[in-house]
């Protein structure tokens, strides 16, 4: 008696033939990539290549002028940013976007949403456990944090959302080696707890240790996707679409 295959698991979040536009420059020129359950996929490219836009069209904060943004296979492009939020996606901007005048128990309140059946729960005690610094500060106002304690505020405000998936732009920028490294490491929790990530980072190495994937974007397409071990095995990628 034969048995009939099991089909693969469809990807999570699907994005294809993406276009936007700023003004009248053509940004994104038909992005595609996917994003498997449970993944870290990085977005690597030269400063312009089109890698924030793509987190901003994904979010809704750049309206798409063409493509599909497919979460489990709803098309969430050209939504406002507050469903897709409420959709599943959480996005980490690279400007730490906090409330300043709010404590950081209150930044964390404001990030809470209702609990999804099939994403992680977080709770702000854990947030705890990923930066005691934020405990310590826990009454101080967002605005009198360091760069570094803001951006751990605002990876933990997005996580509180309970998403499926979380796009994270540039987070170790400016950061001291010391708090690049607890940011890695959360990045890996948060995947290792079940939520995918889109990663932008230059930092090269951190993207290659920490990520399950890669899409090497240039002139508003990707160049390239693949693994970081076959990313990095072909080194004129590197040099025609990284080097500087």
């Not at 038909?30 to 901003?56: D, P």
């Not at 932008?200 to 970081?228: D, N, R, W, Y």
């Amino acid at each position: 008696m034969s048995t009939a295959a099991t089909p693969a698991q469809a990807p999570l979040l699907q994005v294809r033939d993406l276009h936007a536009h700023y003004g009248k420059s053509h940004i994104l020129q038909g992005v595609n990539f996917e994003v498997g359950h449970n993944a870290v996929i990085s977005l690597l490219g030269r400063n312009g290549s089109g890698r924030s836009t793509t987190a901003r069209a994904i979010m809704g904060l750049v309206p798409p002028t063409g493509g599909q943004v497919l979460l489990d296979g709803r098309d969430l492009a050209g939504q406002r940013p507050f469903a897709v939020s409420r959709a599943g996606i959480a996005f980490v901007p690279e400007e730490r976007e906090v409330f300043a005048n709010l404590s950081v128990d209150e930044n964390l309140q404001m990030g809470m949403q209702r609990a999804r059946n099939d994403a992680p729960q977080w709770t702000v005690e854990q947030m705890f456990d990923f930066f005691p610094r934020l405990k310590e500060r826990r009454n101080t106002r967002a605005g009198n944090l360091s760069g570094g304690e803001q951006q751990m505020l605002t990876i933990c405000r997005s996580l509180l959302g309970n998403p499926r998936l979380i796009l994270i732009d540039e987070p170790t920028e400016g950061l001291a080696p010391k708090i690049v490294t607890v940011v890695g490491e959360t990045i890996q929790e948060i995947h290792r707890r079940g939520v995918s990530v889109i990663l932008i980072e230059q930092k090269l190495t951190i993207a290659m240790k920490i990520s399950t994937g890669v899409c090497l974007l240039g002139h508003g397409q990707i160049v390239f996707s693949g693994t970081p071990d076959e990313l990095g095995e072909n080194p004129q990628l590197l040099k025609d679409w990284l080097a500087v």
